[in-house]
């Protein structure tokens, strides 16, 4: 059965599968050229006192990025599922999860895209 998570996940592969032709490189660039957490946060970040989930956190940090989706693309390319710390404004235990339906979507397999 397919629930409401999985169905949520599979969005955000789709999503990304217009950046699967985009050179990492590039993304790379573009990444730390315009992403959020490239830039100073204030000293003390409006969620800092809060008892926040780690996905509540991560979308706090990254809310307002306009290259999440990149930085979520690159971090799967670069480093696979099992990363830590914030990447495209999800947790780590959803990157987990939404990994393999990133794997199965366009032409990963075939391109050699194995993390």
């Known amino acids: 059965m397919t629930t409401y998570n999985d169905l949520w996940l599979i969005g955000i592969a789709w999503r990304l599968d217009r950046l699967r032709w985009a050179p ?20 003390e970040p409006a969620w800092q006192d ?3 989930t780690d996905r509540e956190l991560a979308g706090a940090m ?15 390319r670069t ?10 404004g999800m947790s780590a235990d959803d990157r987990r999860e939404l990994h393999p339906h990133w794997l ?12």
């Open 24 to 43: 990492t490189q590039l993304l790379g660039d573009c990444v730390r050229g315009n992403g959020l957490c490239m830039r100073e946060f204030p000293a």
């Open 50 to 52: 809060q008892r926040l």
């Open 62 to 76: 990254c809310q307002g990025c306009r290259v999440a989706d990149e930085c979520l693309e690159l971090e799967f």
């Open 79 to 88: 480093g696979g599922a099992d990363t830590v710390g914030v990447w495209g």
């Open 104 to 115: 199965r979507r366009g032409e990963r397999a075939e391109r050699g895209v194995d993390r």
